[in-house]
Nanobody, 126 residues
Framework: QVQLVESGGGLVQAGGSLRLSCGVSGRTSLSYAMGWFRQAPGKEREFVAGIKWRNGNTNYGDSVKGRFTISRDRDKKTAYLQMNSLKPEDTAVYYC???????????????????WGQGTQVTVSS
């Protein structure tokens, strides 16, 4: 397992932008997949975006396609989530997660991830 620390959350008006960061420490592997999930009060945890550490392949949840961009910097051991055109329904606690995974794309199920960050709150006001 690795240790993950998120940062960058906060309060933003609808239509604004935020960038979340996820720092990775511990023994990492090029076979890792990084995922961003979110959970709003009373709702299930939702897949937002994923990226493969080795080749940078990305995938996204339907609700954020075209607005959010996931990326990673292997030298800095950091994953990012750039969130543009934010909506009030994007309000949630955002978590980054890591999975040792050999597939082409990052998994979409939270149960496939074995390391999680502590979460960072994102609040979008209308």
């Amino acid at each position: 397992q690795v240790q993950l620390v998120e940062s960058g959350g906060g309060l933003v008006q609808a239509g604004g932008s935020l960038r979340l960061s996820c720092g990775v420490s511990g023994r990492t592997s090029l076979s890792y997949a990084m995922g961003w999930f979110r959970q709003a009060p009373g709702k299930e945890r939702e897949f937002v975006a994923g990226i493969k550490w080795r080749n940078g392949n990305t995938n996204y949840g339907d609700s954020v396609k075209g607005r959010f961009t996931i990326s990673r910097d292997r030298d800095k051991k950091t994953a990012y989530l750039q969130m543009n055109s934010l909506k009030p329904e994007d309000t949630a606690v955002y978590y980054c997660a890591a999975a040792f995974n050999q597939n082409i794309y990052a998994p979409r199920e939270s149960s496939d991830y074995d390391s999680w960050g502590q979460g960072t709150q994102v609040t979008v006001s209308s």
